[in-house]
């Protein structure tokens, strides 16, 4: 009988634990550390846009929907690792084509290596006090620092194509799905 106990005991407590443990993994907030990976599930599609300006064409040619979609609900109140495709100003705004992408320590330095995603980029806004830093070779330390939202876009945009494919950001949305931070990796 002692035996049983104990395994009904144990049974109970890593029980508990897994419950736990599967909580937690969801629990990342807009200032989780610099070591939180992708939400590997949230797929976004060339035709969601998270902007509430007129819909333009998205970097791949193809025309996004306007108003709110299911990406803006998906990443409200969340932090998001992404390459971003493109970047432009307009009404007053600013606006950054997104897709998700997977981040990787460096083996050999302290950097980050990116993995690039696929499929097509969606359209998200930035709020008009969001912070930007920026990190090597996007910004001009290796460390981040603080840009205008302009001088990101003019930086960002005179990069040809095939280069921003190999830079990563981690993007916080506040809860109506704009981005309220923007944070370039660091990579060699």
């Known amino acids: 009988m002692r ?28 200032d989780a550390g610099p070591d939180d990976g992708p939400d590997h599930g ?10 509430s300006a ?6 791949d040619g193809t025309a996004p929907s306007a108003g709110p ?33 997977e981040k990787k320590p460096h083996p050999q330095f302290e950097a980050w290596v990116i993995v690039p995603g696929e499929g097509p980029y969606t359209e998200v806004s930035m709020t008009e006090d969001a912070q930007v830093l920026l990190s090597v070779p ?3 330390a290796k460390h981040p620092a603080a840009y205008a939202q ?9 990069r040809p194509a095939s280069d921003r494919a ?9 809860g109506r799905g704009r981005v309220t931070r923007v944070q370039s990796l660091y990579t060699p």
Do not use: N
């Not at 035996?3 to 407590?13: E, K, P």
């Not at 007129?54 to 970097?59: G, K, L, N, Y």
């Not at 190999?166 to 506040?174: A, E, H």
């Open 3 to 30: 035996v049983a106990h104990r395994r009904t005991t144990t049974v109970r407590c890593l029980t508990a634990l897994t419950l736990g443990l599967l909580a937690l993994t969801g629990c990342g907030g807009p």
């Open 166 to 174: 190999l830079l990563g950001y981690d993007l916080s949305f506040d």
């Open 42 to 51: 949230q797929a976004a599609t060339a035709t969601e846009s998270v902007t």
């Open 54 to 59: 007129p819909a333009t064409p998205s970097p």
């Open 138 to 140: 996007l910004g001009d």
């Open 69 to 101: 979609s299911a990406t803006a609900a998906r990443w409200a109140g969340t932090k998001q690792f992404v390459q971003i495709g493109d970047a432009r100003t307009g009404d007053g705004r600013t606006y950054l084509s997104v897709r998700p992408a």
């Open 150 to 158: 302009e001088e990101f876009v003019g930086r960002l945009t005179a």
